[in-house]
């Protein structure tokens, strides 16, 4: 893949306004405009894009090994393919009210990723009070990590004998940790 | 006006029908030939004159053309034709074709009197427009004749593969050729491609009435001709004089008049035809009075026997025509029938240069009507005005063995696909290799389906990565030949042993001639009853050498699977002549084909594998294709690779059905855009790489921004535009596979689409559901340098695209 040109795009940006990228106000990790601030500078609005990308959910109902099944696919970013590696974990519930991920992946960085598959062992939903959000320990917080050290960006979770609203309660505990680009992947 | 030439005045008139013996051969013959000018003459007639003319526009329909070959057709539908042959009538005949057809009963009154109009007998001979027994559609002169060249190759190739051509395995591949025609280049490309192949079954009957559009031909042109045909091994068959004239010359003075004749300018001779029997009187007493015996025989013939007689041309005789093509039946040699002829032979203006475009004019149809006895109101009539009862010439018809066969058009079973093709493995690949690495995987296999793929490229076998194929399958030639190379022991990755059981055909660089004999290859289902997958490789460029060629292949219906690599601007340091610009303006404008610009190797799988299936379709009732699909997709048609040799990083991943699926509907988002994103990337081809890093690029500060992979413009455009239709039609609901892609982006949103190609093949998209579009591309001839110089030079390059992005940030 070609290497990045020089310029970032806030700076390519600042150019098209007539603006100097050097003399905006930069809110950047370091000190440097982002495209917000050019844009913030220019009057202009933040373009849609820019926006942090929501995690979708896609449902698909089969079977296996003869049990229904739900499977919830879960992407959340959008990497370059090559840096893409795609995790599908199987969450069961099994015994009621338990979640526990198996981890199935595609993609040889994760495959190959030390310590992987303990890393996708979650606790019950319930057995965490308040849920998954903002603990340390907390089995959401464990996917975050493999989030960050691998480069994941898909999630696939597989559930038998559960229901949709089960899989969006766990879905939207995601979304506040480990899917939040401000907070997990960037 | 003088006396001109008229066959009808040959005809012993009605007081002479009842009572006779058995009329021979040749009586009826004539009288079909009479019918045949006729027919012909009136179809363009009621075309031009009677039917309301909706326009105000001339309709046309060359009279003059089909007049100068009325006998040679009626000789060789009506006498020597057998099922197996197949004939590429000259366009400008194809009233004497269709007239011919009537009479067989395979072409209706009601599809004569719509000649040229909407859903009518078709102006050139076609086969998917025509509902008669056209075998080769023609219409851009020189394309038909090189057809029956071709054709003959397939038949050698069928018969040599055990693949028994349906009808019999001796027909002849029979061109009826304009002698203007002949100025066509493609014509001799594919002469020496015949001598090559060693050709045979195959006739090129020349109509040599020394007359094109504009006016008279160089004189003795003949001559060139004749060295021409026998330079490539061919035998060479003059027919020039009838036999009242060469009667004539035997007799005193008869050689003088035969030298005057040889001599005779062609432009002379065509304004002598045009004026008639007195001025021939005037212009022989001044010229040979003197000769002994020629004063006898100028007042032996009175002035219209006398046109008659200067006009006795061996194409007008039927029983020299018969002679001919009887004593050549005989041989499997390639011969080339140059038969003279006067243009517009039996009608008011023969001979005249300006014909060509020419109609007769009512009074003078009318006049024309009364010579051939027709009553007002029979025109249509099969056999009004002929001299030989209806019985009689219905039997003779029904005897003909051309008319025996029965439908010509085979269907055949279709050929299974195997389900997947294998993906090439590799970080980073070139669609190119990926194409030579599937097709040499399906070479390893013993199934029918390889065995029935054939292969062809006009000498760019290996550097299109062929080789793998032709390494295992061989190439094709008509005997046995060694690979010398092999024998002497010096080393090369391609074997090149050559024998009937190849499976490639190699063919000289010449573009015509590849997708003539794609177009062929692909019709052999139809014409031969032996199904074929023919697979056809050149530069992406040279699209454009042969373009007519491929635009006929596919109008006649034929299919094939065309591979165009390297494209764009891949061949960086060949310069602009080697580097393709606007083929996939090509692809998006051609019917029949469809085209598509895959950037991976899992991508490439899937297009080929659908491709094989494709082909088959529409044929054979071949029952509709599982969705999804796009509305038409069911009739299938022949397929267009634009591949490159670039290689660009390749995705790890497993292509699910969905996402394969929308690989054959055009395209997929590689990266799904955010819902309610303002900015896309949209790239096609081989700027992959240049586009995933882009995104990679503004990923952080735009995480909402889409990738979107154009797998096929062609196919997106079309689906589009299907919807589109079907919306107006009344179903509101309708949409296309782009606009449930572009869903996400609300309008106004930006596309900042990019190829290695004209920006006009990805800019319409902006259109589709109100999006701006930041179009780059190649818009101008290129030039030589590396592929990153070339690549900022026209501005499709990582930086480019990321400018653009900005611009459309900024212009938000």
């Known amino acids: 893949m070609s290497a990045p040109c020089a310029g970032s795009l806030a700076e390519r940006v600042a150019r098209q306004l007539g603006l100097d990228a050097g003399g905006v106000t930069g809110t950047g990790p370091d000190g440097s405009a982002t495209l917000a601030d050019v844009l913030w500078q220019a009057g202009r609005p933040l373009p849609a894009a820019a926006r942090p990308p929501r995690p979708r959910a896609v449902y698909r109902t089969g079977e296996e090994e003869g049990r229904p099944t739900r499977r919830m696919e879960i992407a959340c970013d959008a990497k370059p393919i090559r840096d893409a590696c795609h995790a599908f974990a199987a969450l069961s519930t099994e015994p009621p009210g338990a979640l526990e991920l198996v981890a199935r992946l595609c993609g040889t960085a994760l495959r190959d990723h030390p310590g992987l598959a303990e890393a996708f062992v979650v606790r019950p939903l319930d057995a965490s009070p308040g849920g998954a959000g903002g603990d340390e320990d907390s089995p959401a917080e464990a996917v975050l990590t493999i989030a960050e050290r691998s480069g994941a960006i898909r999630l696939g979770l597989e559930f038998a004998a559960g229901s949709e609203a089960e899989g969006e309660a766990f879905l939207d505990r995601l979304r506040t940790l480990c899917l939040d680009p401000r907070r997990a992947l960037l | ?812």
């Not at chain 2, 026998?230 to 003075?253: A, C, D, H, I, S």
């Not at chain 2, 391609?494 to 063919?507: F, N, V």
């Open chain 2, 1 to 812: 006006m003088a006396a001109r030439i008229d066959p009808v005045a040959d005809s012993p008139g009605p007081a002479r029908r009842a009572g006779g013996p058995a009329p021979d051969r040749f009586a009826i013959l004539r009288e079909l030939e009479r019918k045949v000018l006729w027919l012909a003459s009136w179809t363009i007639h009621h075309a031009n004159h009677v039917r309301p003319n909706q326009d105000g526009l001339k309709v046309g329909g060359h009279q003059a053309s089909s007049a100068s070959v009325v006998a040679l057709m009626t000789a060789l539908y009506f006498a020597i034709l057998r099922p197996g042959d197949r004939v590429a009538v000259k366009p400008h005949a194809s009233p004497a074709f269709h007239a011919i057809q009537y009479l067989f009963g395979r072409q209706s009154r009601e599809n004569l009197e719509r000649f040229r109009a909407f859903g009518g007998a078709q102006a050139y001979p076609s086969r998917t427009k025509d509902e008669d027994d056209v075998d080769f559609s023609t219409g851009s002169v020189g394309l038909g004749v090189a057809a029956t060249l071709f054709a003959s190759i397939v038949t050698d190739y069928l018969r040599a593969h055990d693949f028994e051509p349906r009808g019999g395995r001796d027909g002849r591949m029979i061109a009826l050729a304009g002698d203007a025609e002949l100025d066509e280049g493609n014509i001799f490309e594919a002469l020496l491609e015949g001598w090559k192949h060693e050709v045979r079954n195959l006739w090129w009957i020349v109509d040599y009435n020394r007359q094109s559009l504009d006016s008279v031909i160089t004189d003795r042109l003949f001559g060139r001709i004749d060295d021409l045909f026998r330079n490539m091994g061919w035998r060479v068959e003059t027919l020039k004089y009838g036999k009242e004239l060469q009667g004539v010359f035997r007799r005193r003075g008869g050689d003088a008049l035969r030298k005057w004749i040889d001599d005779c300018p062609n432009s002379l001779y065509s304004a002598m035809v045009f004026k008639g029997g007195a001025a021939w009187r005037e212009r022989l007493s001044r010229d040979l009075g003197r000769v002994a015996g020629m004063r006898a025989i100028l007042d032996e013939f009175d002035d219209e026997r006398l046109a008659r007689l200067m006009t006795n041309l061996a194409g007008h005789d039927l029983e020299a025509v018969v002679e001919a093509f009887e004593a050549a039946a005989d041989s499997d040699e390639p011969t080339c029938f140059i038969a003279y002829t006067i243009k517009g032979y039996g009608l008011p203006f023969a001979g005249h240069k300006d014909n060509h475009a020419g109609l007769m004019s009512v009074e003078q149809m009318d006049e024309l009507r009364r010579r051939h006895r027709i009553e007002r109101g029979a025109e249509w009539d099969r056999f009004a005005g002929l001299d030989l009862p209806p019985d009689c010439l219905e039997e003779y018809i029904a005897g003909v063995p051309f008319a025996r066969a029965g439908d010509r058009r085979y269907e055949v079973p279709v050929i299974a696909v195997p389900e997947a093709f294998p993906v090439p493995g590799g970080d980073r690949l070139s669609t190119q290799e990926c194409f030579g690495r599937i097709l040499a995987s399906i070479g390893r296999e013993r199934s029918e389906f390889a065995d029935r793929i054939v292969t062809t490229s006009p000498d760019v076998t290996v550097s299109t990565n062929l080789g793998g194929w032709v390494n295992r399958r061989g190439v094709f030639s008509a005997r046995e030949q060694a690979d010398t190379f092999r024998e002497e022991a010096v080393a090369s990755f391609q074997a090149w042993a050559a024998s009937p059981r190849g499976q490639h055909i190699e063919l000289g660089i010449a573009e015509n001639n590849l997708f003539t004999l794609l177009g062929i290859l692909g019709l052999s289902d139809s014409l031969f009853g032996q199904r074929l997958l023919p697979v056809g490789t050149l530069y992406d460029p040279f699209i454009q050498r042969g373009l007519d060629a491929l635009s006929y292949a596919c109008y006649q219906d034929g299919r094939f699977l065309l591979v165009a690599t390297p494209s764009g601007i891949s061949l960086a340091p060949e310069g602009g002549a080697h580097q393709s610009i606007s083929t996939p303006l090509i692809g998006m404008g051609q019917d029949r084909l469809a085209a598509f610009e895959p950037a991976f190797a899992d991508e490439l799988a899937v297009i080929m594998r659908w491709s094989f299936d494709y082909l088959q379709r529409g044929r054979a009732g071949r029952e509709t294709p599982p969705a999804p699909g796009l509305p038409g997709d069911e009739a299938g048609g022949s397929v267009y690779l634009r591949l490159s040799t670039r290689s660009v990083e390749q995705p790890v991943r497993e292509l699910t059905e969905a996402t394969a699926a929308e690989v054959l509907l055009g395209g997929y988002w590689l990266v799904p855009p955010e819902r309610g994103s303002d900015l896309a990337i949209v790239y096609a081809g081989a700027v992959a790489d240049e586009a995933r890093a882009a995104h990679e690029a503004v990923r952080r500060e735009l995480p909402g921004a889409g990738v979107l992979a154009v797998t096929s413009p062609d196919r997106l455009a079309s689906g589009w535009r299907a919807a589109a239709r079907t919306r107006r039609e009344g179903d509101r609901a309708a949409r296309s596979h782009l606009e449930r892609l572009l869903d996400p982006l609300p309008p106004g949103a930006s596309l900042v689409t990019v190829a290695d190609a004209h920006p006009g093949s990805l800019d319409w998209i902006g259109s589709a559901a109100g999006h701006r579009c930041y179009p780059l591309g190649v818009d101008h001839f290129g030039q030589s340098g590396s592929v990153p110089d070339l690549y900022a030079h026209h501005r499709i390059d990582l930086d480019a695209i990321l400018d653009t992005i900005a611009a459309a940030v900024a212009s938000e």
